[in-house]
Structures are given as structure tokens and as C-alpha cells.
């Protein structure tokens, strides 16, 4: 009997002691996620920022930025980055993919920068926190609940087509009205993937990843939170910014 009690207690403390090494694992590899989605939000706004400032001070940059060709490039080279990162992340070394997604986030903030033209600088500001504040919370929501969210991430996958296809309706058929619609179901969407992509990249992880594998998931987990946050901002400010 006390050789039992010996291996029950040699086996629970095993047991305890693989648990403790996964959330602590687990806690890192959130956080570096969610330091990678700061910076690339944080150049994204410095990015937008800077080229504002310049189109203040060269009316004629505006003009060449965004009333030509180069903005096609603005709008479709991010793109590219994306696809790019989606399809080729398993071959990618972690700092060349991290590059990638910096350097994505830095030319989207250029081509976000009409934003500054259109709304005013406190509105922006307000919404980015109101933002913020529900992207937190979701992504919260996310990594700490039971609930199997896959449900919610499929129908808001669907719904995610559903605001592109409407939004090619729009610009050949502009529509105030359906601007709106197409800004309130954004919101929906992209809170509940925000919260189905915080549980996903929570279930990606894995303690026996090496450092190359789990540094690939962490960018590409601040991929998809990135993309869930700015998606969020901009329908949010469509909704409740001032414009000028």
C-alpha cells in the first residue's frame, strides 16, 4: 500500500509539474503574439501618421498617393503580403516572416492614411480605444472560456464573405445605406473572430514545438489578430467617426 501511495503521489507530481511547464509555456507564447499584433498595430498608426503629415505639407503627395496607380499598389501589395505569408509560413524562417508582417503592417498604414483626411484626429483617437478596449475583451473572452467557439468562427468566416461581396456591390452601386449595413455586420464579424482566432491560436500551441515552429505560429497568430483589430477600428469609425 505505501508503494502505491509512493507511485500515485512520484506520478501526480509529474503530472503537476508537466501542467505548471505548459502554462507557463502557453502564457509565453501568448504574449509574444500579442507583443508582435502591438508593433504591427503601432507601425500600421505611425506609418498612417507620418504619411499624413507629409501629404499636410505637399498637397500634391496626395494626389500622386492616392488619385492614381500607386494606390492600386498600396491596396494590392498588403494583400499580396498576406497571401504570401498564409501559403508560404511553413517554409519562412521566423525572422524573415516577422519582417514580412512589419513590413505589411507599415505599407497598410500608408494606404489607411486617407483616414486622417476623412475624420478628425479626436474621433479616431476615440474609436481606436473604444476599439481596443473590445478587442481586449473579446480576445479575453476567447482564450479563457470553455465554450468551443468554432461554431461562431464558421458562420462569422461566412458572414466575412458575405462584407466583401457587398463591398464590390458598393463601389459600383455606392449606397449610404448600405455602407451602414455593411459596417454593422463588420462589427459582429470581426468581435467574433477575434475571439475565435484567440482560442484557435491558444489550441495551436503545442510544448514540444521547437523554437522555429512555435515562432512561425506566434506571427502568424499576430496575423490574425492584427487583421481582426484594424478590420474592427475601421468599421467602427465608419460608424461613430466625426467627419470633417
Known amino acids: 500500500m505505501s508503494d502505491f501511495d509512493r507511485n500515485y503521489a512520484a506520478r501526480s507530481t509529474g503530472v ?23 508593433i504591427g498595430v503601432a507601425l500600421t498608426g505611425v506609418a498612417a501618421f507620418v504619411t499624413y503629415q507629409m501629404v ?10 492616392f488619385g492614381g496607380p500607386l494606390y492600386f499598389v498600396l491596396l494590392f501589395v498588403p494583400l499580396g503580403l498576406v497571401f504570401f505569408l498564409s501559403f508560404r509560413i511553413q517554409t519562412l524562417q521566423p525572422a524573415t516572416a516577422r519582417m514580412l508582417f512589419f513590413v505589411y503592417a507599415a505599407i497598410l498604414g500608408v494606404s489607411l492614411t486617407p483616414i486622417f483626411i476623412i475624420y478628425t484626429g479626436a474621433s479616431i483617437a476615440r474609436v481606436f480605444f473604444i476599439s481596443a478596449a473590445s478587442f481586449g475583451a473579446l480576445s479575453l473572452y476567447g482564450y479563457t472560456t470553455q465554450r468551443d467557439l468554432s461554431a461562431i468562427g464558421s458562420f462569422c468566416v461566412m458572414g466575412l464573405f458575405g462584407i466583401i461581396l457587398a463591398s464590390l ?3 459600383f452601386f455606392p449606397s449610404p445605406g448600405l455602407t451602414w449595413v455593411i459596417s454593422v455586420v463588420g462589427v459582429l ?19 514540444n514545438d521547437d523554437g522555429t515552429i512555435a515562432g512561425r505560429k506566434a506571427i502568424m497568430g499576430a496575423l490574425r489578430l492584427y487583421l481582426d483589430f484594424i478590420n474592427l477600428f475601421l468599421m467602427l469609425l465608419r460608424l461613430m467617426g466625426d467627419r470633417r
Open 189 to 207: 464579424v470581426f468581435a467574433g473572430l477575434t475571439a475565435w482566432d484567440t482560442q484557435s491560436i491558444k489550441e495551436m500551441y503545442s510544448v
Open 56 to 65: 499636410l505639407s505637399d498637397p500634391g503627395l496626395q494626389q500622386t498617393l
Open 16 to 38: 503537476g509539474r508537466a501542467a505548471v511547464a505548459v502554462d507557463e509555456g502557453l502564457r509565453a507564447y501568448m504574449l509574444r503574439v500579442y507583443n508582435y499584433m502591438a
Open 169 to 171: 456591390v458598393g463601389l
